[in-house]
RNA sequence: CGGGGUGUAGCGCAGUUGGUUUAGCGCGCAGCGUUUGGGACGCUGAGGUCGGAGGUUCAAAUCCUCUCACCCCGACCA
């Protein structure tokens, strides 16, 4: 290709929209155009970087038994009805009516669809397992699209589905696709990390992201630096130290006059954040949810959604507090009556606690679980920090930002019960088929390349996704050996196959190295009359300092 | 949806107390010339329904009302 004919040019200056790395590189690149909010055109630069992925993970899939298909984007509506995840997606699902006055969605995700399609192709073990695939655009009308390609509302994903007769079929399904996204991320150039997740409302027994460490990271991820412990904050666990306290002792008022926050109760009382417990307040699909956790700790909201069974939470506001006969900054869990009670396990850790009495400016000592308070639930709903220690070997946790690349899940049999997908075992008997699902975001990865792979004049490509493998840098274009010598080259490494970008324009040295650096195209090749004379070329990998002279032919 | 902000040429911006404004400046773009090893310079030129609609006024980019789009911070996800 020629630069004097690409289509899409590099900009001096940047959308002021832009503050992600890779959305400003890329738009300064002329790689993409937005076209509206979270929705964008790719420029040949882009797309074909994004077919290299593409490329990259077909091969993956097929190597590790998937067979590719394409499924629609558009859905009947009653598909999402049927499985009852027209809920789970709620506005972030786009419907739309046709003539006909039915309702149809843009396909978020295919779990629908390709259950329905395994449904009528699968009726005996003979015929399992299946694993199938697709790379295709979803749409999702995500309440904030935001980071350039980071997080859209069209995309390009990657969606394989497994389908199995049992347990052991899952397992070995699920851990062909785990080594399978290693290697596409590897090839990518892409060091991910493989962290426990969250599985969501929808249950299930086992889900893993891939995350790729970075700066502007929309997930925490908590990472122990003992051993290979790594989850996402909304899934991590860790050891809630014994924080002691002796033998429980009689309950006993204190006064605490306009002590409301934890750390001015614990201060005022002289006693230690974590030998108090403190009371926060949701609101679950309407409800006021009473949470007890011990007073160092903080809630993890998901953990929480999750052990109220998926409810939607907000925090609940003071006057929704009070309205419920509670005192705010001094709520006690002691004689609730009427509100639901989740209690972190950590009020197991230690005895004689000091928590509210629910009258103003009054708390109470030597609060002991389970002799004083009961709640209806007690469960791990703390949020892991930096710091805490490993639940698998006691080391130290560390927190870092991560992007979302990758997702597996093992889904169960959900699905497939209540679309009806079942297939008859070796016994004859009727059963729901274990499904798997495994996505990765092509555009997203495409993203998190740039913000991995970049310095202050711009890209440098991981050589398997690179758009050019070679960049042509002709100094002096007046000059007719300067010319003749690029051209030679050009029609040489084009008739190698190898990917070639010559920069043909007449500007001038400075502008050409400049557009270089920021296309990040791994060898660029310098030919100019200084080198020439020495019959040499120049040539500089992109991620090194000095270009080597080398001898033409 | 809550909070904050922005819409003026392809991009970055100024102009916003209504009136020499024919709406400017820089980059980019076109032509000519001089240059050129890390985003050169001169001259000439093209490019705008000032996000949209309605209103106030002798007069609106500028004031009022409504509306749309986009960005950033929070709840969701590949």
Same mark, same amino acid.
């Given at each position: 290709?020629?630069?004097s004919?690409?289509?899409?040019?590099?900009?001096?200056?940047?959308?002021?929209?832009?503050?992600?790395?890779?959305?400003?590189?890329?738009?300064?690149?002329?790689?993409?155009?937005?076209?509206?909010?979270?929705?964008?055109?790719?420029?040949?630069?882009?797309?074909?970087?994004?077919?290299?992925?593409e490329?990259?993970?077909?091969?993956?899939?097929?190597?590790?038994?998937?067979?590719?298909?394409?499924?629609?984007?558009?859905?009947?509506?009653?598909?999402?009805?049927?499985?009852?995840?027209?809920?789970?997606?709620?506005?972030?699902?786009?419907?739309?009516?046709?003539?006909?006055?039915?309702?149809?969605?843009?396909?978020?995700?295919?779990e629908?669809v390709?259950?329905?399609?395994?449904?009528?192709?699968?009726?005996?073990?003979?015929?399992?397992?299946?694993?199938?695939?697709?790379?295709?655009?979803?749409?999702?009308?995500?309440?904030?699209?935001?980071?350039?390609?980071?997080?859209?509302?069209?995309?390009?994903?990657?969606d394989?589905?497994?389908?199995?007769?049992?347990?052991?079929?899952?397992?070995?399904?699920?851990?062909?696709? $785990?080594?399978?996204?290693? =290697?596409?991320? &590897?090839?990518?150039? @892409?060091? #991910? *990390?493989?962290?426990? /997740? %969250?599985?969501?409302?929808?249950?299930?027994?086992?889900?893993?992201?891939?995350?790729?460490?970075?700066?502007?990271?929309?997930?925490e991820?908590?990472?122990?630096?003992?051993?290979?412990?790594a989850?996402?904050v909304?899934?991590?666990?860790?050891?809630?130290?014994?924080?002691?306290?002796?033998?429980?002792?009689?309950?006993?008022?204190?006064?605490?006059?306009?002590?409301?926050?934890?750390?001015? $109760?614990?201060?005022?009382? =002289?006693?230690? &954040?974590?030998?108090? @417990?403190? #009371? *926060?307040?949701?609101? /679950? %699909?309407?409800?006021?949810?009473?949470?007890?956790?011990?007073?160092?700790?903080?809630?993890?909201?998901?953990?929480?959604?999750?052990?109220l069974?998926?409810?939607?939470?907000?925090?609940?506001?003071?006057?929704?507090?009070?309205?419920?006969?509670?005192?705010?900054?001094?709520?006690?869990?002691?004689?609730?009556?009427?509100?639901?009670?989740?209690?972190?396990?950590?009020?197991?850790?230690?005895?004689?606690?000091?928590?509210?009495?629910?009258?103003?400016?009054?708390? @109470?000592?030597? *609060?002991?679980?389970?002799? %004083?308070?009961?709640?209806?639930?007690?469960?791990?709903?703390?949020?892991?920090?930096?710091?805490?220690?490993?639940?698998?070997?006691?080391?130290?946790?560390?927190?870092?930002?991560?992007?979302?690349?990758?997702?597996?899940?093992?889904?169960?049999?959900?699905?497939s019960?209540?679309?009806?997908?079942?297939?008859?075992?070796?016994?004859?008997?009727?059963?729901?088929i274990?499904?798997?699902?495994?996505?990765?975001?092509?555009?997203?990865?495409?993203?998190?390349?740039?913000?991995?792979?970049?310095?202050?004049?711009?890209?440098?490509?991981?050589?398997?996704?690179?758009?050019?493998?070679?960049?042509?840098?002709?100094?002096?274009?007046?000059?007719?050996?300067?010319?003749?010598a690029?051209?030679?080259?050009?029609?040489?490494?084009?008739?190698?196959?190898?990917e070639?970008?010559?920069?043909?324009?007449?500007?001038?040295?400075?502008?050409?190295?400049?557009?270089?650096?920021?296309?990040?195209?791994?060898?660029?090749?310098?030919?100019?009359?200084?080198?020439?004379?020495?019959n040499?070329?120049?040539?500089?990998?992109?991620?090194?300092?000095?270009?080597?002279?080398?001898?033409?032919?």
């Open positions: 290709m020629r630069v004919q690409l289509f899409g040019k590099t900009q001096r200056e940047i959308p002021a929209e832009a503050d992600t790395v890779s959305h400003q590189l890329m738009l300064k690149a002329g790689m993409i155009r937005q076209v509206a909010a979270g929705v964008y055109a790719y420029l040949p630069l882009a797309w074909r970087v994004l077919k290299n992925i490329n990259i993970i077909r091969d993956e899939m097929d190597k590790a038994g998937g067979q590719e298909i394409l499924m629609p984007a558009l859905q009947p509506l009653e598909l999402w009805q049927k499985s009852g995840r027209d809920r789970a997606f709620g506005e972030g699902l786009f419907v739309l009516t046709d003539r006909r006055d039915r309702k149809l969605a843009l396909g978020p995700t295919h629908e390709v259950t329905e399609l395994v449904k009528y192709n699968v009726q005996s073990y003979r015929d399992l397992p299946q694993l199938l695939y697709q790379i295709q655009t979803k749409f999702r009308d995500e309440p904030r699209p935001r980071g350039g390609l980071i997080r859209t509302r069209e995309f390009s994903m990657l394989l589905y497994s389908f199995d007769a049992d347990e052991a079929g899952l397992d070995l399904s699920y851990n062909k696709m $785990v080594e399978a996204y290693r =290697n596409i991320f &590897e090839r990518c150039g @892409l060091p #991910a *990390v493989m962290v426990e /997740a %969250d599985s969501g409302a929808i249950g299930g027994k086992a889900s893993h992201e891939f995350m790729l460490i970075a700066e502007s990271g929309e997930n991820i908590i990472t122990c630096n003992g051993c290979t412990y989850a996402n909304e899934k991590a666990q860790f050891i809630k130290t014994k924080v002691g306290g002796g033998e429980p002792l009689p309950l006993e008022e204190v006064s605490t006059p306009g002590m409301a926050s934890i750390e001015q $109760v614990a201060g005022f009382l =002289n006693v230690p &954040e974590k030998r108090t @417990l403190k #009371a *926060v307040f949701y609101m /679950a %699909d309407g409800q006021l949810v009473f949470i007890v956790i011990r007073g160092d700790l903080a809630v993890n909201e998901v953990k929480l959604k999750n052990a069974g998926g409810a939607d939470i907000r925090l609940a506001t003071h006057a929704e507090v009070s309205q419920a006969g509670l005192v705010p900054g001094a709520a006690s869990p002691i004689g609730v009556e009427g509100i639901k009670v989740i209690a972190d396990d950590s009020i197991t850790s230690g005895t004689n606690f000091v928590a509210g009495a629910n009258k103003p400016g009054t708390h @109470l000592k030597n *609060v002991n679980y389970p002799r %004083d308070f009961t709640p209806d639930t007690v469960t791990d709903i703390a949020r892991a920090r930096a710091g805490d220690k490993c639940v698998k070997c006691g080391g130290a946790l560390q927190s870092s930002n991560g992007i979302e690349v990758g997702h597996t899940f093992k889904l169960g049999t959900f699905l019960e209540t679309l009806g997908a079942v297939f008859v075992d070796q016994s004859g008997v009727s059963r729901p274990i499904m798997g699902c495994y996505g990765i975001g092509v555009g997203r990865l495409l993203a998190a390349a740039i913000e991995q792979n970049h310095d202050n004049k711009g890209i440098i490509w991981p050589k398997p996704i690179a758009p050019f493998q070679i960049h042509l840098c002709p100094l002096y274009m007046e000059n007719p050996q300067v010319v003749t690029a051209e030679k080259l050009y029609e040489e490494y084009r008739s190698k196959n190898v070639v970008l010559l920069d043909d324009r007449p500007e001038s040295p400075g502008v050409k190295f400049n557009d270089a650096d920021l296309l990040g195209i791994p060898l660029r090749i310098t030919i100019s009359p200084r080198s020439l004379e020495k040499s070329i120049e040539t500089k990998w992109r991620w090194e300092k000095e270009s080597k002279l080398q001898p033409l032919e």
